[in-house]
């Protein structure tokens, strides 16, 4: 199946941020509770443990990945239902992530943003959550998961020639 990428890149402050959104048929507390609730992550991104709670650390394994290990991720802000911002540092590098939710009605929108120092690596990174978060939407809808091979290498071309905003 051919995936349309929808990523763009903005000049930020300290880099770059790469931009992804989906759109959701649901009320904001729904979605947060996909991005939250351990045994909804599980479905899309991966199972979580610990105490989750601003400036405390949960363990998380990215269940997409091939025997991915359990990774430290930092909880920097949750500002329920509207904004979680995390970290972590892995053998891939240092990853700043930011889901904003903004509630319309009955739809909510979900902006995915990941600050970069560069766009190094864009052509693997933007892929990779254009694929997370069609696992997110699949989930929510119940459908089959894609195939990661509809991402990558297919999107690599676009995101590589991605210039900020």
Do not use: N
């Not at 650390?57 to 091939?66: G, I, K």
């Not at 240092?94 to 509630?103: D, K, M, P």
């Not at 009605?105 to 120092?117: A, C, K, M, N, P």
Request: proline share 8%; glycine share 8%.
């Amino acid at each position: 199946m051919t995936r349309i990428p929808t990523g763009r890149l903005f000049g930020a402050e300290d880099g770059v941020d790469l931009v992804l959104t989906r759109t959701f048929p649901a009320p904001i507390d729904d979605v947060w509770a996909s991005l939250t609730e351990p045994e909804r992550t599980a479905r899309w991104f991966g199972p979580w443990e610990g105490d989750a709670a601003p400036g405390r650390t949960v363990r998380v394994q990215m269940a997409m990945e091939e025997d991915a290990p359990w990774s430290d991720l930092r909880i920097d802000a949750c500002e329920p239902p509207r904004r979680l911002a995390v970290s972590m540092r892995d053998e891939y590098g240092h990853w700043v992530l930011e889901l904003l939710l903004t509630s319309h009605g009955e739809r909510t929108e979900l902006r995915f943003v990941q600050h970069l120092d560069d766009a190094t690596g864009i052509g693997e990174v933007g892929p990779g959550w254009e694929y997370y978060l069609d696992c997110l939407v699949a989930a929510r809808d119940d459908t089959a998961m894609p195939s990661f091979d509809d991402y990558h290498p297919p999107m690599k071309a676009y995101y590589e020639q991605l210039r900020p905003e």
